[in-house]
């Protein structure tokens, strides 16, 4: 079953204009990340937040978290038309024993036209 | 040179037949994931391997085997292929699914 499910499924922008993602997930989590896959190629990390943190940033990338809501939003500012891709977040489920799986959500396929 | 290699990139097979899925990784990581990934469906986990001694099966093994025959190697078999295993691999290694994982290239698999 799937952990997380982002939102919304696909998204279309200008160029300059800014992106948000929405990841949203069921249970208590480690840390959540996500990643970033081009069409047909292996996914590439981007950020990674952990449960005690709240706001993550990585160049033009920022992360929110929000464990009360469960939920995690990835903002893409100032967009390129090379920023398009599909955005995945994952999560790390905390579990019993301690969790060592990653739990993938469907995505998020981002257009940036130019 | 690529962290972590994939091998074929492509494959087209018949169903029946028996195919291996190798991925060598050069960046000394302990742990190692076989993923499958289908449209609309995001990642399913096949398998994962803490170390050579150590297998688990992860959502969707039914179907497939692995081997990791080195800390560096882990491969991923379909013993008798089926159509709906068409999907795109993916190899992944990690220090714990705490921390980041890297990931292969990907081979894309057709089960004529």
């Known amino acids: 079953s799937q952990q997380g499910e982002e939102d919304p499924q696909a998204l279309s922008i200008q160029e300059g204009e800014n992106a948000t993602m929405n990841c949203s997930y069921k249970t208590s989590i480690n840390n959540l990340q996500w990643y970033r896959q081009n069409s047909g190629r292996g996914l590439v990390h981007l950020i990674l937040?952990?449960?005690?943190?709240r706001e993550k940033h990585s160049g033009r990338l920022r992360v929110t978290l929000d464990t009360s809501k469960k939920s995690s939003s990835l903002l893409i500012t100032a967009s390129r038309a090379a920023d398009t891709a599909s955005y995945f977040c994952?999560?790390?489920?905390?579990?019993?024993?301690?969790?060592?799986?990653?739990?993938f959500g469907k995505g998020t396929k981002l257009t940036v036209n130019p | 040179d690529a962290d972590v290699t994939q091998t074929p990139r492509n494959r087209i097979t018949k169903t029946g037949k028996r195919i291996m899925l190798e991925c060598s990784q050069t960046?000394?990581?302990?742990?190692m994931y076989w993923y499958r990934q289908d449209p609309g469906l995001g990642l399913r986990l096949i398998y994962y391997?803490?170390?050579?001694?150590?297998?688990n099966k992860g959502e969707i093994s039914d179907g497939y085997s692995v081997s990791r025959q080195a800390q560096a190697k882990f491969s991923l078999s379909l013993e008798s292929a089926i159509p709906n295993q068409t999907a795109l691999y993916f190899c992944?290694?990690?220090?714990?699914?705490?921390?980041?994982?890297?990931f292969g290239p990907g081979t894309r698999l057709l089960v004529l």
């Open positions: 960046k000394g990581h302990d742990r």
């Open positions: 937040i952990r449960s005690n943190e």
């Open positions: 992944a290694t990690g220090t714990g699914a705490l921390e980041t994982q890297y």
């Open positions: 391997s803490f170390d050579v001694k150590d297998i």
């Open positions: 994952a999560t790390a489920p905390r579990t019993q024993g301690g969790s060592e799986k990653l739990v």
